[in-house]
């Protein structure tokens, strides 16, 4: 699952990531080669749905559409999975740009919907899958860490683009080890 992608990007996703992602599992062993299935999480949009007997009611948690509004030919599907106060839900647009798996339309959708019920922080179902929900808080934490760790001024003005042209390559600063107790956990929920 991914976010933050715009419809213009899915084939460098595909071409791209999707070739990082088997060269990781690779990595891990040789020979080894998951089937993938790729969905885009898209949650910046306009759309909107409310019951057809009230203008304002939010459609009920778990509400999908997968047909008059989606794009005719390419596997796409809305989903609200998350209850709202009146009239502010809005729906995730996922787009399944392959699915080497082969699962049926209604068993993604009801995955997709699973997901959104097991994030720790909540007791109810969120709007995205839970998956990009800890993405975003390990990014953040990673931020912080980072930063903590920052105290090469080198580092510093490469980040900020200060010293340095477009045409070159940006240095991506090592990782700091994570200490024994927290390497094997989710520490950043």
């Known amino acids: 699952m991914l976010d933050g992608v715009s419809e213009s990007q899915f084939t460098q996703v595909l071409n791209i990531e999707v070739d990082q992602i088997i060269q990781a599992c690779n990595y891990l062993e040789d020979g080894y080669r998951p089937k993938i299935t790729v969905i885009i999480a898209q949650k910046n949009?306009?759309?909107?749905?409310?019951?057809?007997?009230?203008?304002?009611?939010?459609?009920?948690?778990g509400t999908v559409v997968d047909s008059g509004i989606c794009h005719p030919r390419n596997y796409d599907f809305y989903l609200c999975a998350h209850a709202g106060p009146i009239g502010t839900s809005r729906p995730v647009h996922y787009h399944v740009l392959m699915d080497e798996i082969g699962f049926s339309p209604d068993d993604l959708q009801m995955l997709v919907y699973a997901l959104s019920h097991v994030y720790q922080r909540s007791t109810t179902s969120i709007s995205v899958v839970s998956p990009i929900s800890?993405?975003?808080?390990?990014?953040?934490?990673?931020?912080?860490?980072?930063?903590?760790?920052?105290?090469?001024?080198?580092?510093?003005?490469?980040?900020?683009g200060?010293?340095?042209?477009?045409?070159?390559?940006?240095?991506v600063p090592e990782l700091p080890k994570l200490h024994k107790a927290v390497s094997q956990s989710m520490f950043f929920c």
């Open 45 to 61: 949009h306009h759309t909107r749905f409310f019951q057809r007997d009230s203008s304002n009611d939010n459609v009920p948690p």
């Open 134 to 160: 800890y993405a975003h808080l390990a990014a953040t934490q990673m931020q912080h860490i980072l930063k903590a760790s920052d105290d090469s001024s080198e580092t510093s003005s490469i980040r900020s």
């Open 162 to 171: 200060g010293g340095g042209t477009s045409t070159e390559a940006v240095q």
